[in-house]
């Protein structure tokens, strides 16, 4: 009998417990943390707070939660999101949020950062609004090495398992992603919008990051559409349109100290629309130590009126701020190119310029065919410190003109 009284008790405790445990998931459950509910509003009052407390609350539940955006404009300050947080997040951005258009309204070097979360998302069809122009009007940086940097749009570090999709990055005032030791971050249908003539407004730069990829995307700037820093391992880029702009670039690498391996790089089915590179390595000459850079497919591209289709420049050196007394000593390895076609706006359609220190191993061409739509006569091909395999059919033939050094 009492042992009956027992179970039942126990039994009735568990059901309490169980009861008040459901109700506050369901109580969760909704899990949206709309910030007009925080006080946000349209117009030229600042959302940095708003969004904040939106976070701080989603951030510290255990089940989804959406952090909604909704239509409309909205002006958002400078913030820094920052977890770990205690469940998945999703951002939801349907309105444009403008940043401060004064190029000396930021603390920091980044209008939108988050840091050290598992499991985001931010999707929506809505804009981020870096409104650049003041900004790219003041940047001297060309000329002046110590020149103030303005913002970014986005920095994104130490996330794991994120999710960037449908979103438009517009007129970043610098770069407009920057993504920086995570793992396992997809883009996918992300647009990337800033002026040909904007200064430094590079789509999507990395590194120490393992698994980015890019797909399905579209990247307008003035700067490089992607650019991969040292410590990138396994990124894929997919289905991407770049240009105007600067082109893929795996680099620069080679002017710092200890940098880490750039490892498994494939960029393929992407297409190249007036850009001043397709896909460039480049290594700037005296590296203080050796790095590497290997691993690496460009394979199914279409190049449209694009200056250098095909690059590997290890003299690279903007701005002539190195003196190129020693070679860079950057190895560059398992490099393969295969189906490249369409035009190039210069002759130099295809150039190796590998390093006197480092000289290029395991270099693969397949199937190239690019047409100089240009001045000056039919695509060339210099090389140097390279000897490549070839496997296809190439047009320009690979590597049969004289090297002079590539000025791009
Ligand atoms: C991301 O993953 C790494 C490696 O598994 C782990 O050390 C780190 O704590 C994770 N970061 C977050 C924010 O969960
Ligand atoms: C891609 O993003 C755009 C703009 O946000 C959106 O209108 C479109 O539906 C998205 N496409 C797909 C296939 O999801
Ligand atoms: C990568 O992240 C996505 C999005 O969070 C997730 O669905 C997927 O399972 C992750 N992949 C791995 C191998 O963890
Ligand atoms: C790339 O394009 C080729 C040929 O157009 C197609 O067969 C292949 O499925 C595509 N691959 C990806 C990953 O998009
Ligand atoms: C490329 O630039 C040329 C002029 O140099 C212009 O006529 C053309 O429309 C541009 N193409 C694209 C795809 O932007």
Not at 131 to 136: E, F, M, N
Not at 186 to 192: K, L, R, S, V
Not at 377 to 396: H, L
Request: hydrophobic share 35%; aromatic share 6%.
């Amino acid at each position: 009998m009492e042992m009956v009284m027992r179970l039942t008790f126990i039994a009735a405790i568990w059901i309490s417990f169980s009861f008040i445990f459901t109700h506050q998931l369901t109580q969760a459950q909704p899990g949206i943390f709309d910030i007009t509910k925080f006080g946000a509003k349209q117009g030229d009052e600042d959302i940095s707070q708003a969004l904040l407390t939106a976070w701080k609350e989603a951030c510290a539940v255990t089940t989804p939660s959406t952090i909604m955006i909704p239509a409309g404009t909205y002006l958002l300050n400078e913030v820094l999101l920052t977890g770990p947080c205690q469940g998945p997040i999703n951002i939801q951005v349907h309105g444009t949020l403008k940043a401060p258009a004064d190029p000396l309204a930021f603390k920091s070097a980044t209008w939108i950062t988050i840091n050290k979360v598992s499991h985001l998302t931010i999707s929506g069809t809505g804009t981020l609004d870096g409104q650049g122009a003041d900004a790219w009007a003041a940047n001297d940086c060309i000329k002046n090495s110590k020149c103030r940097r303005s913002a970014m749009n986005l920095a994104f570090n130490f996330l794991n398992d994120t999710v960037v999709q449908d979103i438009t990055s517009l007129d970043s005032k610098l770069f407009h992603v920057n993504v920086i030791s995570c793992n396992n971050f997809t883009f996918q249908n992300f647009t990337i919008i800033a002026p040909e003539s904007s200064p430094n407004t590079d789509g999507i730069h990395m590194g120490r990051s393992n698994r980015v990829s890019i797909l399905d995307s579209t990247i307008m700037t003035g700067d490089d559409c992607v650019s991969v820093g040292d410590g990138t391992t396994q990124l894929t880029v997919e289905r991407v349109t770049c240009g105007p702009g600067h082109g893929i670039s795996i680099g620069s690498l080679g002017g710092s100290p200890n940098e880490a391996p750039v490892e498994g790089v494939v960029v393929r089915n992407c297409t190249f629309k007036n850009t001043t590179n397709g896909v460039r390595i480049k290594t700037k000459p005296e590296s203080p130590n050796p790095s590497v850079v290997t691993d690496v497919k460009f394979e199914n591209i279409v190049m449209n009126n694009v200056a250098n289709p095909i690059l590997i420049d290890q003299l690279y050196c903007p701005g002539k701020q190195c003196t190129e007394k020693a070679p860079s000593l950057v190895k560059i390895s398992k490099v393969s190119y295969d189906n490249i076609r369409g035009t190039s706006s210069t002759r130099e359609a295809v150039t190796i310029a590998c390093s006197g220190g480092a000289p290029c191993e395991d270099v693969t061409i397949g199937d190239i065919d690019l047409t100089n739509v240009g001045t000056g006569g039919p695509a060339t091909s210099p090389c140097v410190n390279v000897k490549p395999t070839f496997t296809g059919k190439q047009n320009p033939p690979v590597c049969s003109s004289d090297f002079s050094a590539p000025t791009a």
